[in-house]
């Protein structure tokens, strides 16, 4: 009778560790995450202490080139030194090298992805980066897929990097902007990838605001019933000329509006309320996170000025 009760207690205590470790893990998942970019050409202003305000850093950027090599830029290699000495105290925050971008830094994709010996050798070089420089993983900017063809390659190039980097135990994420056909391709390759990062704050057309973005986004993303819970939604650190488009970086928004010397009417930027109210809706989404572009421009995050203070704000 004794050795019944004692196998019932132990039962009943093993089911209750089992669902706490369960909660925990739930709990843990279900972090709302906020994702920073840092371009290199503001790396001088990177303040270490803005590690406590974000989950993940991607640092922007290196280049492939049509045979899978990497083309790493002068100052790369100091500037993730800086980086990663800044995160010594940091070990949560995830850092990761961005790979690609607009224009130039996306031209050798297509040609890489479509070759199965460039591809094979694209993925081992950046596992070596990677390793060789102590990050957490890569996040993959190809602007943009466009053809069936490309589109065909691109995702048989996450298939590839995901299972490589589900070996090596590496991060991996895809940068992804919001017309109809690139949402469609990021449900593509979601179940590759350990979230998509939707740049939501690039320019569209007939789009003339952020919030018409945002709203034209989110609206996309329900009808092509992209994974939530992997999903990571980008809001601008910079204001548009509404005449020009030229971009503005929002501290220096912030300046002229100090000075007096910049007509605000003429300008669309998020503040820190809207930059706050969008935080709290996507939250309530049911979303994974936001990311933002860039960190270097923002105002010091020992300021009320700063955006990046002001979305932790709502999250504690």
């Known amino acids: 009778m004794q050795n019944k009760n004692l196998i019932k207690y132990t039962c009943i205590f093993s089911f209750i560790i089992f669902s706490i470790m369960e909660s925990n893990a739930q709990t843990e998942s279900a972090v709302f995450k906020v994702v920073a970019y840092q371009k290199y050409t503001t790396i001088q202003r990177f303040n270490p202490k803005t590690y406590a305000y974000f989950d993940q850093l991607i640092y922007k950027l290196i ?11 002068p100052t ?18 995830k850092l990761l090298i961005g790979i690609g971008g607009a224009k130039k830094n996306s031209k ?10 460039s591809r094979k050798n694209f993925i081992k070089n950046i596992i070596e980066f990677c390793h060789q420089h102590g990050l957490d993983g890569a996040d993959i900017d190809w602007e ?3 053809s069936s063809v490309d589109k065909a390659n691109a995702v048989v190039l996450f298939k590839e990097l ?3 980097f589900k070996e090596k135990g590496l991060f991996l994420t895809a940068a992804v902007t919001y017309t109809p056909g690139q949402v469609r391709f990021a449900k593509s390759i979601e179940n590759y990838v350990h979230q998509v990062n939707l740049m939501v704050y690039e320019p569209m057309e007939g789009l003339h605001t952020f919030q018409e973005q945002i709203d034209f986004a989110m609206n996309l993303i329900h009808k092509e019933k992209l994974n939530l819970k992997k999903l990571i939604l980008g809001l601008p650190f910079y204001g548009r000329n509404l005449s020009d488009g030229k971009a503005i970086a929002y501290n220096k928004i912030i300046k002229s509006k100090e000075l007096g010397t910049t007509d605000l009417s003429k ?4 503040d820190i309320d809207e930059t ?36 932790n704000s709502v999250l504690k």
């Open 144 to 146: 943009y897929p466009q």
């Open 162 to 164: 995901h299972k490589a």
């Open 63 to 73: 280049r492939p080139n049509s045979n899978g090599e990497l083309i790493i830029l």
């Open 267 to 270: 300008l669309d930027y998020m």
């Open 108 to 117: 050798h994709f297509s040609a890489m992805a479509a070759s199965p010996v």
């Open 76 to 93: 790369t290699i100091s500037d993730l030194k800086l980086l990663k000495k800044g995160k010594s105290e940091y070990d949560n925050v």
């Open 276 to 311: 706050k109210n969008n935080v709290i809706n996507m939250k309530l989404n049911g979303l994974a996170g936001i990311m933002f572009w860039e960190l270097g421009f923002d105002t010091s995050v020992n300021t009320s000025t700063s955006l990046l203070r002001g979305i």
